[in-house]
């Protein structure tokens, strides 16, 4: 039997009964604040109890979102319409701020969108400026030339990965430091080219002609690979992904997060992939970035450590790989685990059919260019049960976490469109199951005591989940009252 919600403050429906929003809290050990979430063009601020205390709505369809500590949002937006040659999951087109009123203060966009697309994340600095994720498309004689090989190019182009750190100006945003790819490679297939040299002696540079079997699709659901001897799923889901891309996709690695660490003045990376988290410096100038000296690290934008997949430098076998399309690597500040690595590690079928949100020690120093096994971070906790055990999920693509100050973590099942906080000990305290479902065109919500259901080209899925407690400084002088529930 349905739920009835006759009143906009206070809900009817007792959380046993309740199927979608919030459907368990314990407020004894959750921790107190709001939690922000986006779906199509709509961005929720949310309570404790699912109810809205703000909104805010976009032309374009929005992927992931941010609260400044002024109050504004920082969020990006979908160009996909025009962007006809960056057709990809997570592609963007615009990073922009807009006040808590939703009014314009700046927006940011690459040109021309047919060579240089944003895309997946965006992260605000203290300095005010913002880093943003950028794919460059390039040619097949641009990759020839450094050092791919032919049979990797079947598209004849590729996206290399570049961030970009922008600063607000005017109604715009300019360019004031770059990091890519493309500066730090090395190859042992054209003896002619610069960077040929040994792949495994040099960790600190990426393979170019590293590229995953099948593509995406084929990281995400390994039975591809196997077409031919058509092995049989017993667990009967079907990953995303069920079609084989070529090996060498445009898309190359997939890189798909990225986060800042003050402290260390690094840039972490998701390459999604080759299954690795990649650091590189911060503290250079743009003439640093793209050479292999300088920088509070002395290594200018050469990576100054990877973990997740140790076969990409060579320096390990493809059994010894911890990381599965991992999503929204962050090194803790401000929180129990304080200087540790917390990433979402989706899994792949069929071997890794599962999701773990984990947190890592790094080592004290992030080097990786002494010769011999790389340094291992080592896990620490883990939340997340193998399959078949009591509160395993299992998340193939987006998802995120969050190390919240009372030690708890939020961790965003992202294809589910569930959001759940667990304490240290692995008890949830909080669940919440998005009943948004919107585009550009419309908005659905799903019905309290019924089941959630998408029509064609709609879906339930969060790319990420943001909490912030109640003394968050960008709630200060703002009204916070709630508003309504988003279940029908």
């Not at 929005?62 to 990006?76: E, K, M, Q, W």
């Not at 959001?419 to 019905?447: D, Q």
Request: hydrophobic residues 35%; glycine residues 10%.
């Amino acid at each position: 039997v349905a739920c009835s919600l006759p009143s906009m403050f206070q809900s009817s429906c007792p959380l046993e009964k309740r199927t979608v929003g919030v459907v368990h809290r314990d407020d004894d050990k959750l921790l107190a604040g709001y939690t922000l979430i986006c779906n199509g063009c709509e961005t929720y601020l949310l309570d404790e109890d699912g109810r809205v205390v703000h909104e805010w709505r976009s032309s374009r369809e929005v992927f992931t979102a941010r609260i400044l500590p002024n109050g504004n949002l920082l969020r990006d937006g979908s160009d996909n319409a025009d962007a006809v040659c960056f057709q990809a999951g997570g592609a963007a087109g615009y990073v922009e701020e807009v006040t808590w009123d939703n009014e314009l203060v700046w927006s940011f966009a690459m040109q021309p969108n047919t060579k240089h697309l944003t895309h997946h994340d965006v992260c605000p600095l203290p300095n005010g400026n913002v880093l943003v994720m950028v794919w460059d498309r390039l040619t097949k004689d641009q990759w020839i030339a450094a050092g791919r090989r032919p049979d990797l190019l079947p598209h004849n182009e590729a996206w290399a990965d570049t961030i970009l750190e922008i600063k607000p100006e005017g109604k715009s945003a300019k360019i004031v430091w770059r990091w890519s790819i493309m500066d730090h490679l090395i190859q042992d297939f054209e003896s002619s080219k610069s960077n040929y040299g040994d792949v495994a002696a040099h960790p600190e540079l990426f393979d170019i002609n590293f590229c995953a079997p099948l593509g995406k699709p084929g990281v995400r659901n390994r039975d591809l690979l196997y077409e031919k001897t058509k092995r049989t799923n017993p667990s009967g889901q079907k990953p995303i992904g069920m079609s084989a891309a070529p090996t060498g996709e445009k898309d190359w690695n997939h890189s798909n997060g990225l986060s800042y660490d003050p402290v260390l003045d690094i840039i972490a990376i998701s390459l999604c992939n080759p299954g690795e988290v990649i650091f590189v410096d911060h503290s250079t100038t743009t003439a640093e970035a793209a050479g292999h000296s300088g920088g509070k690290h002395g290594r200018g934008g050469d990576i100054l450590y990877r973990v997740g997949n140790p076969a990409v430098s060579r320096r390990g076998g493809r059994t010894e790989q911890t990381l599965f399309s991992q999503h929204s690597p962050q090194i803790i500040r401000d929180a129990p685990g304080e200087g540790n690595l917390l990433l979402f590690n989706n899994g792949r079928a069929p071997d890794r059919q599962w999701s773990t949100v984990e947190e890592h020690k790094l080592p004290e120093k992030l080097g990786i260019h002494e010769p011999g096994p790389l340094p291992a971070a080592q896990p620490v906790w883990e939340f997340g049960p193998s399959q078949g055990k009591s509160g395993s999920f299992y998340c193939t693509h987006i998802s995120a976490c969050q190390r919240l100050p009372n030690g708890n973590t939020l961790i965003c099942q992202g294809p589910l469109a569930i959001v759940i906080e667990v304490t240290p000990k692995g008890e949830e305290v909080w669940r919440y199951v998005s009943p948004v479902c919107s585009t550009e065109s419309m908005v659905i919500f799903a019905r309290q005591g019924g089941q959630r259901i998408a029509p064609a080209g709609c879906s339930f899925s969060l790319f990420r989940a943001t909490k912030y407690g109640r003394e968050f400084e960008g709630f200060k002088g703002r009204a916070l009252e709630p508003q309504r529930y988003l279940e029908a």
